[in-house]
């Protein structure tokens, strides 16, 4: 499988773009895939040699002959020479060989773009934060949690365009999952061990000046300061942390993993780092240092997973001295935003975007009384009957009357998923206000390999777009049915509720 990723490396959004895309190059390189990054090569610097270490190929792009914009986005200036002249440049590189998945993670590339690309990649995903621009992808991702993540798209994909939204999917290296039954531990210190990490950038040197203050107010718990690889002031935060009795500096962090599980409160930027962060439980301080990063941390600081303070260059010295007293001081409050940050990111979304890519490409039509012998001999087979809520051999007169029935009703959508033209398998909705109940089961010769999360996931696409009004979906399973309990926790859904039944006499 050939992958590319058109990455933005520009030093004004530090290295959060490159380092989700590793992330997910890594996960797919260790599923067999080639991968080549394509950046510009004035923007690349020392990120080249990360790419390449890691196992993939890295390309400079060629400059434009003319570096003005005509784009007319909002953030055009990050791509000198504008949309036309980069997907010329990028097409050179791939010499008339498509790409199996082209992966575009850049904030000055819209739909325009991407059409350009389209005879050179058989599918496109496109990662995005900012919900400003139109897109001709197959797929969309944004791991953010932001007011409105679910619907902020909409009206800005293609509607065959399936969207991964929230920190469900958030591209997090591997050292960051966490087992759903991790305990959020953060310590009963009297004084809090604290974290200091700014991002790859740290445009503002907030990570110096965090560390001035921590002298100035004479903090008495520990500090591991971690410098990225693009921080401008290294030499200087060494001598500010010579003054700092029990500070450690990282430059740069070999496991930053490990550092924020031997830690119990953390300062830093509501960037990528958020949902690290929120994965190692860990209670946070933050100020945003970039355009794409506010709307992240007011969304967290309203679910309680950091204290968010704002803008950096708005909030003053003080206000920044009275979070760490208070949180540092404060076990109880710790241990509340670290409960409220791990519920909001698990570190296990490259597992699951990897698994919506390499996933089978399954259609979804309406099922026809023509298919009634096929799905009876699945529905008696007696692998299906075993989980079935009526596990008693149906007849096909039995069957076709069924069928009938259900095909006719309004509030049920009888479905038929199919590979490569090939049914394989039955799902249904029933409707009934804004909730729907479904079902699904495979042909039991073809049950494993993922096909069923396809199908599912197929079918949840194919209700969204003709009955909008749906907002929520729910299962019933049988207990001792591990298959189906798996394959709807894979596909998002949490159990809400235990559901008796009694025999009458």
């Given at each position: 499988?050939?992958?590319?990723?058109?990455?933005?490396?520009?030093?004004?959004?530090?290295?959060?773009?490159?380092m989700?895309?590793?992330?997910?190059?890594?996960?797919?390189?260790?599923?067999?895939?080639?991968?080549?990054?394509?950046?510009?090569?004035?923007?690349?610097?020392?990120i080249?040699?990360?790419?390449?270490?890691?196992?993939?190929?890295?390309?400079?792009?060629?400059?434009?002959?003319?570096?003005?914009?005509?784009?007319?986005?909002?953030?055009?200036?990050?791509?000198?020479?504008?949309?036309?002249?980069?997907?010329?440049?990028?097409?050179?590189?791939?010499?008339?060989?498509?790409?199996?998945?082209?992966?575009?993670?850049?904030?000055?590339?819209?739909?325009?773009?991407?059409?350009?690309?389209?005879?050179?990649?058989?599918?496109?995903?496109?990662?995005?934060?900012?919900?400003?621009?139109?897109?001709?992808?197959?797929?969309l991702?944004?791991?953010?949690?932001?007011?409105?993540?679910?619907?902020?798209?909409?009206?800005?994909?293609?509607?065959?365009?399936k969207?991964?939204?929230?920190?469900?999917?958030?591209?997090?290296?591997?050292?960051f999952?966490?087992?759903?039954?991790?305990?959020?531990?953060?310590?009963?210190?009297?004084?809090a061990?604290?974290?200091?990490?700014?991002?790859?950038?740290?445009?503002?040197?907030?990570?110096?000046?965090?560390?001035?203050?921590?002298?100035?107010?004479?903090?008495?718990?520990?500090?591991?300061?971690?410098?990225?690889?693009?921080?401008?002031?290294?030499?200087?935060?060494?001598?500010?942390?010579?003054?700092?009795?029990g500070?450690?500096?990282?430059?740069?962090?070999?496991?930053?993993?490990?550092?924020?599980?031997g830690?119990?409160?953390?300062?830093?930027?509501?960037?990528?780092?958020?949902?690290?962060?929120?994965?190692?439980?860990?209670?946070?301080?933050?100020?945003?240092?970039?355009?794409?990063?506010?709307?992240?941390?007011?969304?967290?600081?309203?679910?309680?997973?950091?204290?968010?303070?704002?803008?950096?260059?708005?909030?003053?010295?003080?206000?920044?001295?009275?979070?760490?007293?208070?949180?540092?001081?404060?076990?109880?409050?710790?241990?509340?935003?670290?409960?409220?940050?791990?519920?909001?990111?698990?570190?296990?979304?490259?597992?699951?975007?990897?698994?919506?890519?390499?996933?089978?490409?399954?259609?979804?039509?309406?099922?026809?009384?023509?298919?009634?012998?096929?799905l009876?001999?699945?529905?008696?087979?007696?692998?299906?009957?075993?989980?079935?809520?009526?596990?008693?051999?149906?007849?096909?007169?039995?069957?076709?009357?069924?069928?009938?029935?259900?095909?006719?009703?309004?509030?049920?959508?009888?479905l038929?998923?199919?590979?490569?033209?090939?049914?394989?398998?039955?799902?249904?909705?029933?409707?009934?206000?804004?909730?729907?109940?479904?079902?699904?089961?495979?042909?039991?010769?073809?049950?494993?390999?993922?096909?069923?999360?396809?199908?599912?996931?197929?079918?949840?696409?194919?209700?969204?777009?003709?009955?909008?009004?749906?907002?929520?979906?729910?299962?019933?399973?049988?207990?001792?049915?591990?298959?189906?309990?798996?394959?709807?926790t894979?596909?998002?859904?949490?159990?809400?509720?235990?559901?008796?039944?009694?025999?009458?006499?």
């Open positions: 499988m050939r992958v590319v990723f058109r990455v933005d490396a520009n030093g004004r959004m530090g290295t959060g773009h490159v989700r895309c590793l992330a997910l190059g890594g996960a797919l390189r260790a599923r067999g895939a080639d991968c080549h990054f394509l950046m510009r090569a004035d923007g690349i610097g020392g080249a040699g990360q790419i390449g270490q890691e196992g993939h190929r890295v390309t400079g792009l060629a400059a434009p002959e003319d570096s003005s914009n005509r784009d007319g986005l909002t953030h055009s200036d990050f791509l000198p020479g504008g949309q036309a002249w980069d997907a010329w440049a990028c097409r050179e590189v791939l010499d008339g060989s498509p790409a199996d998945l082209l992966i575009v993670d850049h904030y000055g590339l819209d739909h325009r773009w991407q059409r350009a690309m389209r005879d050179h990649a058989r599918r496109i995903l496109v990662i995005d934060d900012l919900a400003d621009r139109h897109h001709d992808c197959d797929l991702l944004d791991q953010n949690h932001v007011a409105g993540f679910e619907s902020r798209y909409d009206a800005l994909v293609p509607k065959y365009c969207c991964l939204l929230g920190p469900r999917y958030a591209l997090l290296r591997p050292e999952e966490r087992g759903e039954a991790a305990v959020v531990a953060v310590g009963d210190e009297s004084h061990r604290l974290l200091i990490m700014f991002g790859g950038a740290d445009p503002q040197n907030l990570t110096l000046k965090t560390v001035q203050l921590l002298v100035r107010i004479g903090w008495q718990g520990g500090v591991d300061v971690v410098a990225g690889p693009l921080h401008a002031d290294t030499e200087g935060l060494r001598a500010a942390i010579a003054r700092l009795p500070s450690v500096l990282h430059a740069p962090a070999q496991n930053v993993s490990a550092l924020m599980r830690v119990n409160l953390a300062i830093g930027s509501p960037g990528v780092s958020s949902w690290e962060r929120c994965a190692m439980a860990l209670p946070s301080i933050t100020l945003s240092q970039a355009f794409n990063q506010e709307a992240i941390g007011l969304a967290l600081g309203e679910a309680g997973a950091t204290l968010y303070l704002g803008r950096a260059e708005d909030v003053p010295a003080l206000m920044v001295e009275a979070a760490l007293v208070t949180l540092g001081s404060n076990p109880s409050a710790r241990k509340a935003m670290a409960r409220a940050a791990a519920a909001i990111c698990d570190g296990g979304g490259v597992k699951r975007v990897v698994a919506r890519l390499l996933a089978p490409e399954v259609t979804i039509r309406k099922a026809r009384i023509e298919d009634a012998t096929l009876l001999s699945w529905r008696n087979d007696s692998r299906t009957r075993r989980f079935s809520h009526r596990d008693r051999e149906l007849e096909l007169d039995e069957h076709l009357e069924w069928m009938e029935r259900t095909i006719a009703r309004s509030d049920t959508d009888l038929i998923a199919s590979l490569d033209g090939v049914p394989v398998g039955c799902l249904r909705f029933d409707r009934q206000g804004e909730r729907a109940l479904v079902s699904i089961y495979l042909d039991p010769d073809r049950q494993g390999g993922g096909l069923g999360l396809s199908a599912l996931n197929a079918a949840l696409g194919w209700l969204s777009h003709t009955n909008p009004t749906i907002r929520f979906t729910d299962a019933d399973v049988r207990a001792g049915n591990d298959v189906s309990h798996g394959l709807f894979a596909a998002g859904y949490r159990l809400a509720h235990a559901r008796y039944e009694r025999m009458q006499d």
